[in-house]
């Protein structure tokens, strides 16, 4: 991003990473016109940061960007240590944090997503499955298992987003009509208000009319009486 320098964005990282419980000892750039397809990195910026990671002690090592996942694989193989970008550190924060059922079943699924095509570092070997009875062909390998497995979890993983979702949307609807029954409600009282008022009012004035025609009479009755 030509409008945001490199350091500023290294110290936002920085920040992330104290975040999700880590401590920045040390923060590397380096200006290239290309992006290396192996390592991310140049193979001279790679030797200086194996050296560093050596004096230092340094146990993770995290790019300020999103590696592929041959570049992960390889920079792992390298520098002997566990290796995270930007996108999995976020992914690891948003997970800490997450607290409704929708927002762990989202963040799950984004891990997930994110795994899946990374299957392929976690295992140094393909050992088969025997064949046997009851099996057809040699078997699969123990990386197609897992993709398999993290395929079905996240078909049940997006079912349950949609019901997660299908519930809120239903809450929703009976929260506007709740809240319009109740305005509905009090849109009633005020109206009866309003036209008990009037109801009152003439009755007031009934009352004083006939009232005053009562005291009238009375007065003249009285006078006759005098006379």
């Known amino acids: 991003?030509?409008?945001w320098p490199a350091s500023d964005s290294l110290n936002e990282l920085g920040e992330l990473a104290?975040?999700?419980?880590?401590?920045?000892?040390?923060?590397?750039l380096q200006p290239r016109s290309f992006i290396d397809s192996t390592w991310?990195?140049?193979?001279?910026?790679?030797?200086?940061?194996k050296q560093i990671i050596q004096e230092k002690q340094i146990k993770v090592c995290i790019a300020d960007d999103e590696?592929?996942?041959?570049?992960?694989?390889?920079?792992?193989?390298?520098?002997?240590i566990k290796v995270l970008d930007r996108t999995s550190?976020?992914?690891?924060?948003?997970a800490k944090r997450a607290l409704t059922a929708e927002a762990k079943l989202q963040i799950e699924l984004a891990q997930l997503e994110y795994m899946l095509p990374r299957l392929t570092r976690l295992w140094t070997h393909l050992s088969r499955l025997g064949g046997g009875v009851g099996t057809k062909g040699p078997g699969e390998t123990q990386l197609e298992t897992d993709k398999r497995q993290i395929k079905t979890r996240m078909s049940l993983l997006k079912k349950k987003l949609k019901d997660v979702q299908?519930?809120?949307?239903?809450?929703r609807e009976k929260r506007k009509q709740n809240f319009q029954e109740q305005q509905d409600y009090l849109d009633y009282l005020k109206n009866y208000r309003e036209n008990n008022k009037e109801q009152i009012s003439t009755l007031k004035k009934d009352w004083y009319k006939k009232n005053d025609e009562y005291?009238?009479?009375k007065e003249k009755t009285a006078y006759k009486n005098l006379r």
Request: net charge positive.
């Open 1 to 3: 991003n030509t409008q």
């Open 18 to 28: 104290r975040t999700a419980g880590l401590m920045a000892v040390e923060k590397i």
């Open 40 to 49: 991310y990195i140049g193979k001279g910026k790679l030797e200086e940061l």
């Open 67 to 80: 590696l592929t996942p041959s570049q992960q694989k390889n920079l792992e193989k390298e520098l002997c």
């Open 89 to 94: 550190l976020i992914l690891d924060i948003f």
């Open 166 to 171: 299908k519930q809120r949307e239903l809450r």
């Open 215 to 217: 005291v009238k009479d």
